[in-house]
C-alpha cells in the first residue's frame, strides 16, 4: 500500500546533487514531500498535484509523472541544514486523504 | 505562525496504564491526523476528524480512541498500554481548502515500560 522510496540513503559532500525516488502501485492524486530531523516534526516541504506539474523551493524541486505514478525529489547544490529523512506522502485522493509514507531516504550532508 | 501544539511532549508509563495525548491545531484548520511512527519507521496513520467527526480510520487498535471537541482540539486516549506502544506520536492538521497540506506537530514521544 505504501510508496516505495529509493534510495533508503544517501551520503553527499556540500554542493553535491541528488534524487530522491517515489513510486506507487496505486493511483495517485498527489505526493506530499517532507524532511524530518532526528526526533523532530516532519516538515512539510512541497505537494505535487496530478498534472505532471514540476515544483521548487530554493534549490529543492519536485516533479510528479501522472502516467508512471511516480515522484521524483531534486537537491542541488545540497546544503549541510538538507541533512534529514526526506519521506513521500502519497493522497490517493480519499476524502480528507490520509497520507501513506513511504519509508523514508535518509540524507547526509557532509562538509 | 501558529503551528500544531502536542503535550505533553514527553510521556513514560507503565504496561497496562492509560495515557491521554493532546493536540492543538493551527487556528482555521478543521481536520486533524493522528501517526504513529516507531523508531526508524516511517509514520503509520491512526486516524483522523474533520469538523468534529471521525472522517477516516487506519491502523488503530481497539484499545486507542479519540476524538475532536468543539474548539478543534483532539485528544488520543490509549489503554492497556503495551511495550510495542511506544513511538513517537503525531498531530497533524490541514485545513479543507488547502489541498490536504497537512502541518505536524513537534510529537509526543511515548515511552511504555
Known amino acids: 500500500q505504501q510508496p516505495v522510496q529509493s534510495p533508503q540513503a544517501v551520503i553527499l559532500r556540500e554542493g553535491e546533487d541528488a534524487v530522491i525516488n517515489c513510486s506507487s502501485s496505486k493511483a495517485l492524486y498527489s505526493v506530499h514531500w517532507y524532511r524530518q530531523k532526528h526526533g523532530e516534526a516532519p516538515v512539510f516541504l512541497m505537494i505535487?498535484?496530478?498534472?505532471?506539474e514540476q515544483k521548487g523551493h530554493d534549490k529543492i524541486s519536485a516533479s510528479f509523472n501522472e502516467k508512471k505514478q511516480q515522484s521524483s525529489l531534486y537537491l542541488t547544490a545540497s546544503q549541510l541544514s538538507y541533512s534529514g529523512t526526506y519521506f513521500c506522502?502519497?493522497?490517493?485522493?480519499?476524502?480528507?486523504?490520509?497520507?501513506?509514507f513511504g519509508r523514508g531516504t535518509q540524507l547526509t550532508v557532509w562538509p | 505562525a501558529a503551528g500544531v501544539i502536542q503535550s505533553p511532549r514527553h510521556l513514560i508509563k507503565e504496561k497496562r496504564e492509560t495515557a491521554t495525548l493532546k493536540c492543538y491545531p493551527i487556528?482555521?484548520?478543521?481536520?486533524v491526523y493522528w501517526y504513529q511512527q516507531g523508531p526508524g519507521q516511517d509514520p503509520q496513520f491512526l486516524i483522523s476528524?474533520?469538523?468534529?467527526?471521525?472522517?477516516d480510520k487506519g491502523s488503530i487498535p481497539d484499545r486507542f480512541s479519540a476524538q475532536q471537541f468543539s474548539d478543534y482540539h483532539s485528544e488520543l486516549n490509549m489503554s492497556s498500554l503495551e511495550l510495542g506502544d511506544s513511538a513517537l506520536y503525531f498531530c497533524?492538521?490541514?485545513?479543507?481548502?488547502?489541498?490536504?497540506?497537512?502541518?505536524f506537530g513537534a510529537g509526543t514521544r511515548l515511552s511504555v515500560l
Open positions: 505535487l498535484l496530478k498534472g505532471g
Open positions: 476528524f474533520y469538523e468534529k467527526m471521525q472522517s
Open positions: 506522502g502519497a493522497d490517493r485522493g480519499s476524502t480528507l486523504g490520509r497520507l501513506y
Open positions: 487556528p482555521r484548520h478543521d481536520t
Open positions: 497533524a492538521s490541514s485545513h479543507m481548502d488547502g489541498g490536504n497540506i497537512q502541518y
